[in-house]
């Protein structure tokens, strides 16, 4: 696709239950992250898949939090016994292999309600 | 450990003002700072970043930041402010290794007033 693709927009699920967040990244990009938006508050680095490497899980606040991603594609971000303080709008960036540090192109996000 | 603050949480200008977003980094070695805007309803867009040379940067829609290593800053500005410059602006300083990892100021909601 032309961009970022992150579903659902948005998403509203009672505490305890799990969510799957999904990004389509751009064709071509090797590099994929999960970001973390809270209310009122900057963005937070979750994960980064580059290629075949092993994922980079330094920023994932939990073992509720795990990611995977297949390939050079497709990604998830499951949230298991979702809590209400993870209610926040997840972003997802792609970015091409490179060695200028390459611009991230975001996704418009995934707004996750726990009630 | 690497950070990023956004002094001012909200500013409001009127148009055709100038405008200056201030932005504080603290990083042991030479930093890659970018600024990014996010408008409601989408995606973060990248207005500019600094990795080395010039330390004045031009980017996108008229904006411009300006690295000062004494004073560990990338303050962006724009000269004339517009409507449609209304959103919310992060600064965000890249670690090194070239990964990608980002780490975000808390953002600076831009309101222009007509």
């Known amino acids: 696709g032309a961009g970022v693709s992150q579903s659902p927009s948005n998403k509203v699920t009672e505490k305890g239950k799990d969510v799957e967040l999904r990004c389509d990244p751009i064709?071509?990009?090797?590099?994929l992250y999960w970001y973390r938006q809270r209310l009122g508050q900057g963005l937070e680095f979750l994960i980064y898949?580059?290629?075949?490497?092993?994922?980079?899980k330094s920023g994932l606040p939990s073992d509720r939090f795990s990611a995977e991603r297949t390939g050079e594609s497709v990604s998830t971000l499951t949230i298991q016994r979702t809590q209400q303080e993870d209610s926040a709008v997840y972003l997802c960036a792609s970015r091409t292999r490179g060695t200028g540090h390459e611009k991230l192109f975001f996704g418009s996000g995934t707004q996750l309600s726990v009630l | 450990a690497q950070s990023v603050t956004q002094p001012d949480i909200h500013i409001t200008v009127s148009e055709g003002a100038s405008l200056e977003l201030r932005c504080n980094y603290s990083y042991g070695a030479t930093p890659y700072l970018f600024w990014y805007v996010q408008s409601p309803g989408q995606g973060l867009q990248l207005l500019l970043k600094?990795?080395?040379?010039?330390?004045l940067v031009q980017g996108i829609k008229g904006f411009e930041a300006e690295f000062k290593r004494s004073q560990s800053s990338f303050n962006l500005r724009k000269p004339s402010v517009h409507w449609s410059d209304a959103a919310e602006y992060f600064c965000?300083?890249?670690?090194?290794?070239?990964?990608?990892?980002?780490?975000f100021g808390q953002g600076t909601t831009l309101q222009v007033k007509p």
């Open positions: 064709s071509g990009h090797t590099a």
């Open positions: 600094y990795f080395s040379g010039d330390t």
């Open positions: 965000a300083v890249e670690n090194s290794g070239n990964t990608g990892k980002l780490i």
């Open positions: 898949f580059q290629g075949n490497s092993a994922p980079d």
